[in-house]
């Protein structure tokens, strides 16, 4: 990929530790032998985030001797793992996570490893990354049936400076397939250096699905990220349907969960990056957030994709739909630099939205600003200037719009409804 023009360095750096957290359980507390009570030592669990993280050491039995029961951090693999089941990067591959050097090829040797000597139709296994600061040279190549599996937000993967590349690329297997069933949990994306372009992504997924005939499940690719944190990035948080160096990808089924994007776009030049990109089709984004982003903080260009119960705030602007097709549900942009949510677009017209239940509030622009929308609902809606705030507002923005419904409450703006929406229906309540 061409490095593009250099934008200024991010806002901050990640606060964290970048030495590695201690390996194993205390070694002094042992059960004398005889003890008739199996006792375990070191459980730990991430909660909070959905995702359990194993950190069992040892079981203790009644003789006095020890055996494992279930891996810790640097564990190889549980009792009964197939091959390629379980790969640690640490005591398997070499990674360090000490914030020195790069641990790019020890990473990428063992997703390609788990990649490599998964079993069945899929193939595939987990890449365990404990605790740590990781660096990367370069990006880390997702394959398919894989999980990248940190141990909550403590495991940070920072992609070094002066690089034009995303921290994570979801797109060729090893045979030049595209990736599938791909999966990057519980972890953190950190792009703060002192250059930050277009294209540093923190996540590229550019899998492209159409034509594939993917086990189980024909052409969709799946890719799924969950619990995970990326910040400061010059380009998109998450792009899901990103292009590579040639054509255009087509994304099919991705699943974003719990995901924040925090300070990216940082390289953002009229509002061609992102929080989150949403340039595949039938995806899912549920419980996500971007905040203080440079373009929008979701900007969703193609078909059929679904967010439920995601937010929006400090962005240039917060929800931005020009897609056909699409279901915004009980999603609420917040103090943004734009409008709260812009659907449509100049000259391509958007058809067949669904928008309910989703609030504006507080946003320097319209709390909802519809451009040739047509055959859609936007229902429920809440437009709001809470306190002493201002707003350029309006609250409802119509234009060239056609056959739509549009019932909300709007309060605070000085305008409540701009615009006409011929041969639709308007019922707003100020």
Not at 96 to 123: C, F, K, M, S, Y
Not at 185 to 202: A, E, F, N, P, V
Not at 332 to 342: K, L, P, S, V
Not at 376 to 388: E, I, K, M, P, W
């Amino acid at each position: 990929m061409a490095t593009e023009d250099e934008a200024g360095p991010g806002d901050g750096a990640l606060p964290h530790d970048p030495s590695p957290a201690p390996d194993g359980g205390p070694a002094d507390d042992r059960r004398a032998p005889g003890d008739r009570r199996a006792f375990l030592v070191a459980g730990a669990g991430l909660a909070g985030a959905g995702v359990a993280t194993a950190g069992l050491a040892y079981l203790w039995r009644d003789d006095g001797s020890d055996a494992e029961s279930a891996p810790r951090p640097g564990a190889t693999a549980p009792a009964g793992t197939p091959p390629g089941g379980w790969r640690d990067a640490t005591r398997d591959h070499g990674a360090r996570g000490t914030g020195e050097g790069d641990d790019q090829p020890a990473l990428q040797d063992a997703i390609d490893a788990a990649a490599a000597e998964g079993a069945g139709r899929v193939g595939g296994g987990v890449v365990h990354v404990g605790p740590g600061l990781y660096p990367l040279g370069d990006s880390l190549r997702m394959r398919t049936g894989v999980t990248l599996q940190g141990a909550g937000p403590g495991t940070i993967l920072q992609l070094a400076s002066g690089i034009d590349v995303p921290a994570i690329v979801v797109e060729d297997d090893l045979d030049g397939s595209p990736v599938a069933y791909s999966a990057v949990r519980s972890l953190t994306l950190d792009g703060s250096t002192g250059s930050q372009t277009k294209g540093r992504h923190g996540i590229a997924v550019r899998s492209n699905s159409s034509g594939s005939q993917t086990p189980y499940t024909g052409s969709d690719a799946f890719p799924v990220v969950a619990d995970v944190l990326v910040v400061y990035f010059g380009g998109h948080g998450v792009a899901l349907g990103v292009a590579p160096d040639e054509g255009e990808p087509d994304v099919r089924g991705a699943r974003c969960f719990n995901v924040i994007a925090f300070e990216c776009a940082k390289a953002a030049t009229d509002g061609d990056r992102s929080g989150f990109y949403v340039g595949g089709t039938d995806g899912t984004l549920v419980a996500c957030e971007a905040a203080g982003c440079g373009g929008w903080g979701y900007d969703v260009v193609r078909a059929n994709n679904r967010l439920e119960s995601c937010k929006g705030y400090f962005n240039r602007g917060e929800f931005r739909v020009t897609g056909e097709r699409n279901q915004l549900l009980g999603c609420q942009a917040q103090d943004g630099f734009g409008d709260g949510f812009a659907l449509g677009a100049d000259g391509d017209p958007t058809a067949d939205l669904t928008v309910v239940g989703c609030q504006a509030d507080s946003n320097a622009g319209a709390g909802f600003r519809l451009v040739g929308v047509r055959s859609s609902a936007v229902t429920a809606l809440t437009a709001f200037v809470r306190g002493d705030l201002t707003s350029a507002g309006p609250g409802v923005v119509l234009r060239d719009c056609s056959g739509n419904l549009i019932s909300g409450v709007v309060r605070g703006f000085p305008t409540a409804v701009d615009g006409t929406d011929p041969g639709g229906t308007t019922q707003l309540v100020t």
